[in-house]
């Protein structure tokens, strides 16, 4: 079955740029295309897609806020926001609000499908610039006492820290010659390791204050 995916843009040419290289792709289909967010909220709940492309500065609502509207409506749709916006504050603010993925809109279009997937899998994906922020901003900030032992063996720590750094699946098995099932066997270890659901959990818990 398709990856079903709704784009929130009002952006008309980047919105059906989206569309297209969606439906282009025999894994996707996009369900539903929205310009504004009142109209958005008004579907999200019906389509319940598995994947949500929401941009952060719309004209009626902010993105973020659309995230903030539907937490507590038990929705099974990821939510990645695709934007230009990258201060630290947006950042936080749409992960806090339930964001999985944070991409900037200098992404390729390949990489944005890419991330689709990835999140449909429970992945988290990120812009290396934004990767590269989240994993400071924990850093900077954790105990100096010792971080918990959570048992991650090395392999399990160099994967999380590829996956903080913005890799896809495909490129973490590049890099270190295995293949993508390989990766998402670590990955699933570590989730159950750390008792997460999602790379920004798990970033979150090993490098927490």
């Known amino acids: 079955m398709a990856i079903t995916v709704i784009v929130i843009e009002d952006d008309l040419h980047y919105n059906n740029a989206l569309k297209k290289v969606i439906d282009y792709d025999e894994e996707l289909v996009c369900i539903g295309q929205y310009f504004r967010g009142k109209e958005a ?3 999200l709940t019906t389509l319940n897609a598995d994947i949500a492309i929401v941009d952060i500065n719309l004209p009626d609502y902010n993105g973020i806020q ?3 509207a539907v937490a507590d409506q038990q929705l099974s749709t990821q939510f990645i926001m695709c934007t230009n916006l990258e201060d630290d504050e947006y950042i936080f603010q749409a992960l806090k609000a339930g964001a999985v993925g944070y991409l900037l809109k200098g992404e390729s ?6 991330a689709i997937k990835e999140a449909h899998t429970g992945g988290a994906p990120m812009t290396i610039s934004i990767a590269r922020k989240v994993m400071n ?3 900077n900030g954790k105990s100096k006492t010792k971080a918990p032992d959570y048992a991650l063996t090395a392999t399990e720590n160099e994967v999380l820290q590829l996956l903080a750094e ?5 490129e973490i098995a590049q890099k270190k010659f295995v293949s993508i099932d390989t990766v998402k066997k670590h990955i699933g270890n570590i989730y159950r390791k750390l008792q997460v659901s999602n790379k920004v959990e798990a970033i979150n818990k090993v490098f927490k204050k």
């Open 41 to 43: 909220l008004q579907n």
């Open 166 to 170: 913005g890799l896809l699946y495909k």
């Open 66 to 68: 659309i995230l903030e």
């Open 109 to 114: 279009m390949q990489r944005i499908i890419d």
């Open 137 to 139: 901003h924990f850093s």
